[in-house]
T-cell receptor, first 111, second 114 residues
Framework: QQPVQSPQAVILREGEDAVINCSSSKALYSVHWYRQKHGEAPVFLMILLKGGEQKGHEKISASFNEKKQQSSLYLTASQLSYSGTYFC????????????FGKGTRLSVIA | EPEVTQTPSHQVTQMGQEVILRCVPISNHLYFYWYRQILGQKVEFLVSFYNNEISEKSEIFDDQFSVERPDGSNFTLKIRSTKLEDSAMYFCASQKGEGANVLTFGAGSRLTVL
């Protein structure tokens, strides 16, 4: 069950905020957020578990709404280095089912 | 920091040729994965491997594909007879243990089939 990400793309000026959403039609156990720069591997940002709390990583934080089966990634006071494609990966059980990734959100931060 | 190592970084091959992509996962990790990303598209799951056998595979992972862990460190993906549509970036990833563990990706192997 591929998660749905929105928006597909967003352009920000440095210092602006953005929200990227990830939703699933099936109950989620965990949501993983990754950032991929052009030509590089996806890099782990954070993981949110069912029943867990909101996580933060510098000026990037995320929430997980189990009832709505969705997660949101919040980027505040964006920097040029935040540019890249953000993927959410979801799994639906506590066992080792493979992550299924959304189509990604391309974020471009301009000066 | 431990990392997942992949070789080659880029391979160009003729259609119909066999290709082997190699990965060295993080040493104390138990779960291994291959994902594929066609240029500009999403990261797609191919296969997962645990305890020396395939634990799950996707529809993409047909009879042309195989994986093995020949020596306890390397984890390989073989494509027997490459097709044009196999051109993609192939990422190996490893995971420490059960449950919602972090996937650590390698830098990828870019395969170009001519």
């Amino acid at each position: 069950q591929q998660p749905v990400q929105s928006p597909q793309a967003v352009i920000l000026r440095e210092g602006e905020d953005a929200v990227i959403n990830c939703s699933s039609s099936k109950a989620l156990y965990s949501v993983h957020w990754y950032r991929q720069k052009h030509g590089e591997a996806p890099v782990f940002l954070m993981i949110l578990l069912k029943g867990g709390e909101q996580k933060g990583h510098e000026k990037i934080s995320a929430s997980f709404n189990e009832k709505k089966q969705q997660s949101s990634l919040y980027l505040t006071a964006s920097q040029l280095s935040y540019s890249g494609t953000y993927f959410c990966g979801t799994d639906h059980t506590s066992g080792n089912t493979p992550l299924v990734f959304g189509k990604g959100t391309r974020l471009s931060v301009i000066a | 920091e431990p990392e997942v190592t992949q070789t080659p970084s880029h391979q160009v091959t003729q259609m119909g040729q066999e290709v082997i992509l190699r990965c060295v996962p993080i040493s104390n990790h138990l779960y291994f994965y291959w994902y594929r990303q066609i240029l500009g598209q999403k990261v797609e799951f191919l296969v997962s491997f645990y305890n020396n056998e395939i634990s799950e595979k996707s529809e993409i992972f047909d009879d042309q594909f195989s994986v093995e862990r020949p020596d306890g460190s390397n984890f390989t993906l073989k494509i027997r007879s490459t097709k044009l549509e196999d051109s993609a970036m192939y990422f190996c990833a490893s995971q420490k243990g059960e449950g919602a563990n972090v996937l650590t990706f390698g830098a990828g192997s870019r395969l170009t089939v001519l």
